[in-house]
């Protein structure tokens, strides 16, 4: 089988800025996008299965605020957000008449996802600066009748899109310091996200449960930072989670992330 794609598109956007007093920006935008159409290599039984998919148009929406607080020490962004998508690509099955399903890229005809983000930073001391960032998301797919996994008509109305959470938290506490002539460089991060899944029809060996990632680093540089050692730690409680859930002859298979790591990077600018 032989496929091609001849496709176009124009992209635009438009913003609006308003300052209120100048620690206060205020601004929304409207834009157009779009993501290339792909033709997915897949172990395909019958042709139709590597059938491409066409390209993704996005119509996004924003709204939000800026301000800098008490003398700038804080800066607070929040901002929300509405993407109406179009013929999104989603990884969904194809009836197959041998295996029943088998997984392909395909576009849903209607989507959209809403949502808030926002972001406080906090400059404690010359020294000290604490970050806190949060996103919370709703997804939701439009009137969309698929394939499920038992090679069946489904009707997708108002599932959620893959590997997407409702809720991402993240906090850093950093410093950039001296001791004695070296310069001191430390950060303590902590990342959390809820339940999301891998699948649109909701089953439950799909679902990725929410995990949190514990990551820190400290590290001495040279006064004009030339050279510098930094020690670093990446899921320091060994947490135990997965990111990715996929299927296979049958077979449902977890991608587990690392374990607890740690590491030295010896570093030397010019």
Excluded: C, H
Aim: net charge negative; proline share 4%; no cysteine.
């Amino acid at each position: 089988m032989t496929s091609s794609l001849d496709e176009r598109n124009v992209a635009w956007r438009v913003a609006l800025n308003w300052s209120p007093t100048e620690d206060i920006l205020v601004f929304g935008s409207v834009s157009k996008g779009a993501k290339a159409g792909a033709t997915p290599i897949n172990a395909a039984n019958i042709s139709t299965q590597n059938a491409p998919a066409k390209q993704e148009m996005l119509l996004a929406y924003e709204v939000g605020i800026k301000a800098g607080l008490f003398d700038r020490r804080v800066q607070a962004n929040v901002s929300g957000f509405y993407y109406d998508y179009e013929d999104k690509q989603l990884s969904v099955y194809f009836a197959d008449p041998i295996y029943t399903a088998l997984a392909r890229l395909n576009n849903v005809p209607e989507s959209r996802a809403y949502g808030v983000d926002g972001d406080v930073t906090w400059r404690i001391t010359p020294e000290l600066t604490a970050n806190a960032s949060a996103v919370w998301l709703q997804t939701e797919v439009i009137g969309y009748v698929g394939i499920n996994s038992a090679g069946l008509a489904q009707d997708f109305d108002g599932a959620e899109f893959l590997y997407s959470p409702e809720w991402q938290t993240s906090f850093t506490l950093s410093y950039n310091g001296n001791v004695g002539p070296m310069g001191l460089k430390a950060a303590v991060n902590y990342r959390w996200q809820s339940e999301s899944a891998a699948d649109l029809e909701g089953n439950p060996l799909f679902v990725i449960p929410e995990y949190g990632l514990l990551t820190g680093t400290v590290g001495l540089w040279t006064p004009d930072e030339r050279w510098g050692i930094t020690a670093w730690g990446r899921n320091l409680t060994d947490e135990y989670y997965w990111s990715a859930v996929s299927s296979n002859a049958n077979t449902v298979v977890r991608f587990a992330g690392m374990p607890r790591t740690f590491g030295v990077t010896l570093s030397m600018r010019y």
